[in-house]
């Protein structure tokens, strides 16, 4: 029997107070009609962002005694998530929930992991350029064939989870860990909002600098997987 919820929405927090409420209103009208919930995971947030959280049956706050780093928030809330399908997105609006349906359905057609990439990307040339840089040396040397990692909307089934081992850095690392695994991982083009509130959590020294490192030891651990099935 399909569990209930059967879609988990997966949300790392930390430091978003002027979004959180308005997402949760954005999650709710995309997903209308649908089995649903929201996984909220607070990453030992400073402001207000706990106390902003929109609470009611569909709606799950975890919060950590510190701030653990965004991996550590999303790995929280995915191995809490109760749904068939999971979800996860940003917290600072960027990512459009209304882009979610679409997703599911791609991963109906036989994927288990659907990626989003930003086709239009809202931020500044030079962070694109980073970005642009930056995916095209780890896509071809990790070999996740993923375009745009660093775009937190991601849908997967719950299967998937038994691969994320967790470390500094895992989110960057989702389709390789997944895909190195044997399960199948595509992509699709989704929504990309400009910042209003907040600020960004991440500067060249911790995006650039340590996913290089991560590499290597993304391609090590793939390289020593191993894959069994037993007979029935």
């Keep these: 029997m399909p569990s209930s919820p059967a879609i988990s929405i997966v949300v790392p927090l930390y430091n978003e107070e002027d979004n959180v409420a308005e997402l949760h ?7 209308e009609g649908m089995d649903y919930e929201i996984v909220l ?12 959280v929109v609470r009611g ?33 940003d917290g600072d609006l960027q ?10 359905r791609k991963l109906q057609e036989g994927y288990d992991l659907v990626c989003g990439y930003r086709a ?15 995916n ?22 719950r299967e998937c989870r038994e691969a994320l081992l967790l470390f500094h850095g895992m989110h960057r690392f989702i389709p390789a860990l997944i895909g190195g695994m044997g399960w199948k991982v595509t992509e699709m083009p989704v ?3 400009a910042r209003i509130h907040g600020v ?33």
């Design 95 to 104: 990512n459009d929930p209304q882009d979610i349906p679409a997703m599911i």
């Design 41 to 52: 995971v607070d990453d030992g947030s400073t402001d207000a962002t706990v106390s902003r």
């Design 136 to 157: 095209v040396v780890r896509s071809r040397f990790v070999g996740d064939n993923v375009r745009d990692t660093g775009c937190t909307l991601k849908v997967m089934r």
């Design 191 to 193: 929504n990309h909002r």
């Design 25 to 31: 209103t954005q999650i709710s009208q995309a997903l």
């Design 120 to 134: 239009k990307r809202k931020d500044t040339p030079f962070k694109r350029l980073q970005s642009r840089i930056a």
């Design 200 to 232: 960004s959590k991440y500067g060249f020294g911790n995006r650039a600098l340590r996913a290089t490192m991560d590499m290597f030891g993304v391609r090590w651990l793939n390289s020593r997987r191993r894959i069994y099935s037993i007979k029935a």
């Design 57 to 89: 049956s569909r709606v799950r706050l975890l919060e950590f005694e510190k701030n653990a780093g965004q991996s550590a928030a999303m790995h929280a809330g995915i191995y809490q998530s109760r749904g068939d399908v999971i979800v996860t997105l």
